[in-house]
Nanobody, 114 residues
């Protein structure tokens, strides 16, 4: 059974940083295309960043230069380093693994507020 478990969310002031992690079990993450999504209150879930099974990364325009997605294959874990956080980054962040099936974690709350 595939499980994805996110961690690392919290409350941070504007300009601060957080590092999200997503630990996978029941599968090998590096064989998947993986990504981070977020959902703000009252809005649809949106794609934030992706990393393919070959290591290519892509970001939505609003986070380019501030967020970095990475994968630790030895620990079967996906990360999202978030710097210069803004109130508009607030939301529930979900990790996703896309192979033959699509797998989602339960989400971790990120709140950017003074």
């Amino acid at each position: 059974q595939v499980q994805l478990v996110e961690s690392g969310g919290g409350l941070v002031q504007p300009g601060g940083s957080l590092r999200l992690s997503c630990a996978a079990s029941g599968t090998i993450f590096k064989f998947y295309n993986t990504g981070w999504y977020r959902q703000a209150p009252g809005k649809q879930r949106e794609l934030v960043a992706t990393i393919t099974n070959s290591g290519n990364t892509d970001y939505t325009d609003s986070v380019k230069g501030r967020f970095t997605i990475s994968r630790d294959d030895a620990k079967n874990t996906l990360h999202l380093e978030m710097n210069s956080l803004q109130p508009g980054d607030t939301g529930v962040y979900y990790c996703n693994g896309q192979g033959a099936n699509s797998y989602w974690g339960q989400g971790t709350q990120v709140t950017v507020s003074s």
